[in-house]
């Protein structure tokens, strides 16, 4: 993260209308200024600004193109940084990038212009998983989640807290500097409010993991149901396709087929099951147990019934779980005798609207639109874990009258475990993780 290379990497997708090679690092404007010829010099140009011309090689024309500069520490990097505009042919983009490598710069490695904006201080470790979240989202609620988070709010709520936290502990310190005088500069019954208030606020965030969660990843909905019940069916329904083979045979699916569909601005991952029976064929069984497995894993369970099932046994579901009774096969009966179900033909179409609105209410994202914070993140959540777990051991600790050493030091570790949220306190492995899945260029 200290390296002063210049760095190029291709900044969009090669093969395109235009394409654009980004480069960062002191020296940059006068490395690209080397193979640039223009009415005017990329040295003279100034930060935010774009200069016309050639990229050649020698005598030899490789494209017409636009060059932005950007002078340190008003870039992305918080160092100077120039962007290449080019055509998007993958030749023109390889000559370009060899050329730049020629007069001193390398390859970047994957995310590594976002760890130099990290270590100029331009973003912290939030907001760097924020920009990958970003690039990612494939919904507007989604992109809600990471666009909030890649603006600073989660981070301004974080140092809040942690800031809170730190008056606290200063104030417990200072008591140990005048232990000898038996002085209280941290009224106990403030502190106990104050931590409590904080980690009201921590516990808020954790909970709103499961919604954040779910919209990062996609809301995991199994349909399940007894065979030739019309699982697949409704599966290349709600997908716009066929993806699963459909047969009048029972037991046509015997594994988990997996799809995801956007339904007004959340993404859903529907999962095909293997159909629920008795059966003593060893596939059939392996399926089975693959079906029982997605049930467990579902935040959303699609029970299918034909309208002659007038009895059956639901699975068992979790607290955190949503169970919803679908009868299909309406375009065959009119009978509706089960309470509370979605009544529709997975093959005709009717009632599958409704379906879809009844999935996407399971989902509320009111507050998301209105810019509060929400947790997608499992590192995240766990340092929040943490950090409600230090909290918590501080109110017992003052409960229990323990000296304000030992005080200080859960609420230290609640401060800890909220600085390892946004890079304040961090450490090589967890830098390596989080850039890990990052695309080069970023």
Do not use: W
């Not at 940084?81 to 390398?106: D, K, P, T």
């Amino acid at each position: 993260m200290q390296s002063r290379d210049i760095i190029v990497a291709p900044a969009t997708a090669l093969g395109g209308a235009i394409a654009v090679i980004r480069m960062s690092g002191e020296g940059s404007v006068a490395l690209c200024g080397n193979l640039f010829k223009g009415r005017k010099s990329l040295a003279e140009a100034k930060s935010h600004t774009i200069r016309y011309g050639s990229i050649c090689d020698g005598e030899r024309v490789v494209d017409d193109v636009v060059v932005a500069v950007f002078r340190a520490p008003h870039s992305y990097t918080g160092e100077e940084s120039v962007e290449i505009s080019i055509h998007g042919s993958r030749y023109i983009a390889h000559e370009v990038m060899r050329l730049l490598c020629e007069q001193g710069a390398r390859m970047a490695e994957a995310g590594e212009f976002s760890q130099r904006a990290l270590a100029a201080g331009r973003i912290d470790l939030s907001q760097a998983e924020a920009v990958a979240d970003l690039i990612a989202a494939e919904s507007r609620a989604a992109h809600a989640v990471a666009a909030t988070q890649m603006r600073g709010g989660y981070s301004e709520l974080l140092e809040k807290l942690r800031g809170e936290l730190l008056n606290i502990t200063t104030l417990l310190e200072l008591e140990l500097d005048f232990s000898e005088e038996d002085v209280e500069f941290a009224d106990r019954e403030r502190l106990r409010s104050m931590l409590e208030q904080t980690d009201g606020a921590v516990v808020r965030l954790m909970e709103s993991f499961r919604v954040g969660n779910a919209i990062r990843e996609g809301v995991s909905v199994a349909i399940v149901g007894r065979p030739n019940v019309g699982k697949s069916t409704l599966l290349n329904r709600l997908v716009g396709d066929d993806r699963a083979m459909v047969s009048d045979i029972a037991g046509t699916t015997r594994d988990t087929i997996e799809e995801s569909v956007v339904i007004d601005d959340i993404r859903f991952r529907f999962i095909d099951t293997a159909g629920l029976h008795d059966t003593d064929d060893r596939l059939e069984k392996m399926g089975i147990e693959r079906t029982e497995r997605a049930i467990r894993q579902a935040q959303i369970v699609l029970y299918m019934v034909e309208p002659s099932q007038c009895e059956f046994e639901l699975p068992t579901l979790s607290d955190e779980q949503t169970m919803l009774v679908v009868v299909n096969k309406m375009d065959a009966t009119s009978e509706r005798n089960i309470e509370g179900a979605l009544y529709i033909s997975a093959r005709g179409g009717e009632g599958v609207d409704a379906l879809r609105h009844a999935l996407r209410s399971t989902v509320d994202t009111e507050g998301l639109y209105r810019g509060e914070v929400v947790v997608s993140n499992m590192r995240h959540f766990e340092a929040l874990s943490r950090a409600h777990e230090g909290l918590q051991a501080a109110v017992k600790a003052l409960d229990m009258g323990v000296s304000e050493e030992l005080l200080a030091e859960d609420i230290r570790s609640a401060i800890n475990a909220l600085a390892e949220i946004t890079g304040r306190i961090t450490s090589d492995d967890i830098l390596k993780n989080v850039f890990a899945n990052f695309c080069i260029g970023k």
